[in-house]
T-cell receptor, first 114, second 113 residues
Framework: QQQVKQSPQSLIVQKGGISIINCAYENTAFDYFPWYQQFPGKGPALLIAIRPDVSEKKEGRFTISFNKSAKQFSLHIMDSQPGDSATYFCAASNQPGNTGKLIFGQGTTLQVKP | DTEVTQTPKHLVMGMTNKKSLKCEQHMGHRAMYWYKQKAKKPPELMFVYSYEKLSINESVPSRFSPECPNSSLLNLHLHALQPEDSALYLC????????????FGPGTRLTVT
């Protein structure tokens, strides 16, 4: 119930293409869903986040789509660039208790080919 | 500014050593976190401090001892570690404890020999 399942494990996209990473969860008490981008040897950087009261959020080339009934959310990277090559983690906040605990997916390694 | 700083960047220690990791944020955040990350894995939560009080300990071995001296500073004291404790140790902070944006530091790469 506490898991967040992320797919695919790895992804290769051509420059200019669309990268799509999917996550699914079981716990309906989750109410905050961030995405993190991590480059080798660096800490995760918050990319974009969504709450269940909206179905989509866009920031620049990055869009989160959220399907509450299906308990799924996804990250779309438009016009993918080689600089986007990194590992991406989805996450969900753990309720109850408002502890701030994040449950992470297993990660997706994205490679954007020039 | 959403900067969380961590020192040192790299640390090599023997199994009998005592060392400390330091984390600092000046964003006025009231929740701070320690995570451990192994290669090609997601971060794993270790501890949560809420308003300078330990609120979560994810059953972490006692050889890891956290400390929050003030609202801006978080330490992780290390003693008698094992080689399997080698990992990237990440600090994060958020405005409040709860479902808010967490900002991570660059991490300390720890190697236990």
């Amino acid at each position: 119930q506490q898991q967040v399942k992320q797919s695919p494990q790895s992804l290769i996209v051509q420059k200019g293409g669309i990268s799509i990473i999917n996550c699914a969860y079981e716990n309906t008490a989750f109410d905050y869903f961030p995405w993190y981008q991590q480059f080798p040897g660096k800490g995760p950087a918050l990319l974009i986040a969504i709450r269940p009261d909206v179905s989509e959020k866009k920031e620049g080339r990055f869009t989160i789509s959220f399907n509450k009934s299906a308990k799924q959310f996804s990250l779309h990277i438009m016009d993918s660039q080689p600089g986007d090559s990194a590992t991406y983690f989805c996450a969900a906040s753990n309720q109850p208790g408002n502890t701030g605990k994040l449950i992470f997916g297993q990660g997706t390694t994205l490679q954007v080919k020039p | 500014d959403t900067e969380v700083t961590q020192t040192p960047k790299h640390l090599v220690m023997g199994m009998t050593n005592k060392k400390s990791l330091k984390c600092e944020q000046h964003m006025g955040h009231r929740a701070m976190y320690w995570y451990k990350q192994k290669a090609k894995k997601p971060p794993e939560l270790m501890f949560v401090y809420s308003y300078e009080k330990l609120s979560i300990n994810e059953s972490v071995p006692s050889r890891f001892s956290p400390e929050c001296p003030n609202s801006s500073l978080l330490n992780l004291h290390l003693h008698a570690l094992q080689p399997e404790d080698s990992a990237l140790y990440l600090c994060a902070s958020s405005q409040e404890p709860g479902p808010y944006e967490q900002y991570f530091g660059p991490g300390t790469r720890l190697t236990v020999t």
